[in-house]
Each structure stands twice: as C-alpha cells, then as structure tokens.
C-alpha cells in the first residue's frame, strides 16, 4: 500500500524562502519513496512523502519548526492511496 504524509507550515511574514530551506534541509531517518516540496501565497510551504508501508506504519516526520519561523503549529495528514477501479 501507498500512504502519502502531507506535512503543511505558513512561515512568520517575509520568511517563506527560509521555511522552504527549512524544510529542504531537514533529513528523515529513513528516505520515503518520493518527496516533494510546493509553496503558495502567504508563505505556505508543503512536504509531501510517498511511502510504501500499511496506513498506521510509523513513519519519520519532519518536525516542527523553531517557533519565530512559522506562525502556527504545523498541519499534518495522512492518505492511503485508493486503486484504480
């Protein structure tokens, strides 16, 4: 099964680029299949990880960051992917 972590932060004003830096630089302990990093208006940064284990599988996370970087508590979701009918 593939289950996809969704990792989502909105950076202090003016600090997007570093929260992007942030996240880039942060190493899981275990490498996830696919990763992938996105950015939106109002300094929003995402973290997508593809895995290839059951839906409750621990699996690493990036945490949170220093609290002046962002300006509020990371969003967190967890999906399994649904096979094609």
Do not use: C, I, K, N
């Not at 969704?6 to 942030?22: C, H, K, P, T």
Request: glycine share 4%; aromatic share 10%; hydrophobic share 45%.
């Amino acid at each position: 099964m593939t289950v996809a972590l969704m990792w989502e932060a909105r950076a202090a004003e003016g600090r997007g680029a570093e929260l992007v830096s942030w996240a880039r630089e942060r190493r899981l302990a275990v490498e996830p299949l696919r990763r992938e990093t996105f950015r939106a208006p109002q300094d929003r940064v995402l973290v997508v990880t593809w895995w290839d284990a059951p839906y409750d599988a621990e699996l690493p996370e990036l945490p949170e960051p220093d609290g002046d970087l962002v300006t509020r508590a990371v969003h967190r979701w967890r999906f399994e992917q649904v096979p094609d009918a």
